[in-house]
T-cell receptor, first 114, second 115 residues
Framework: GDSVTQMEGPVTLSEEAFLTINCTYTATGYPSLFWYVQYPGEGLQLLLK?????DKGSNKGFEATYRKETTSFHLEKGSVQVSDSAVYFCALSDRQRGNNRLAFGKGNQVVVIP | DSGVTQTPKHLITATGQRVTLRCSPRSGDLSVYWYQQSLDQGLQFLIQ???????AKGNILERFSAQQFPDLHSELNLSSLELGDSALYFC??????????????FGSGTQLSVL
């Protein structure tokens, strides 16, 4: 079935550093791709999305580009802040199936040190 | 605040017991989704209801059941609990029947600990 794979392990970096979190997907249909963020003690929030190949989603300084040729949707931010510390989930939903049930990656804990 | 309310926030129970988790969707949202977040499995889709009817089913065990009531709140019932059922259970809602363009709004979850 449809699935998402995120890079293993937490990410620890200093404030103002560049952040990249890798995400690749496997899907038979025409997936929409998402990044969700989970701050401590809270539910998931949609960070950004892209619904077709070559679309770029962006929000709060984060960006991700839907790359069909590499089946990837990597998340990037040029200069992170301590407030960006959270767990980040890549996800997809299959448009062809016409269903919004999301398949999530396992998430990456990001810790930004002042 | 997402507008999705889940109760209780924490639940501690013993193996073999039965519990009920409750979710109130955002005002006006007709779909409710249940997800389970565990350390080994990650975030897994369990089931979706739309306007009182089951719409999609995921990796939900037979010991688990859910329903959506006429006022659109939903309950997830977990029975014959096992240690491995310990997880964070999220509810989400969306405005329509679950088309891909609909935004999901998540509650803050119910942490279930089975001892």
């Amino acid at each position: 079935g449809d699935s998402v794979t995120q890079m293993e392990g937490p990410v620890t970096l200093s404030e103002e550093a560049f952040l990249t979190i890798n995400c690749t997907y496997t899907a038979t249909g025409y997936p929409s791709l998402f990044w969700y963020v989970q701050y401590p003690g809270e539910g998931l929030q949609l960070l950004l999305k892209a619904t077709k190949a070559d679309d770029k989603g962006s929000n709060k300084g984060f960006e991700a580009t839907y790359r069909k040729e590499t089946t990837s949707f990597h998340l990037e931010k040029g200069s992170v802040q301590v407030s960006d510390s959270a767990v980040y989930f890549c996800a997809l939903s299959d448009r062809q199936r016409g269903n919004n049930r999301l398949a999530f990656g396992k998430g990456n804990q990001v810790v930004v040190i002042p | 605040d997402s507008g999705v309310t889940q109760t209780p926030k924490h639940l501690i129970t013993a193996t073999g017991q039965r519990v009920t988790l409750r979710c109130s969707p955002r005002s006006g949202d007709l779909s409710v989704y249940w997800y389970q977040q565990s350390l080994d499995q990650g975030l897994q889709f369990l089931i979706q209801y739309y306007n009182g009817e089951e719409r999609a089913k995921g990796n939900i065990l037979e010991r688990f059941s859910a329903q959506q009531f006429p006022d659109l709140h939903s309950e997830l019932n977990l029975s014959s609990l096992e240690l491995g059922d310990s997880a964070l259970y999220f509810c989400a809602s969306s405005v329509g029947q679950g088309d891909y363009w609909e935004k999901l709004f998540f509650g803050s979850g119910t942490q279930l600990s089975v001892l």
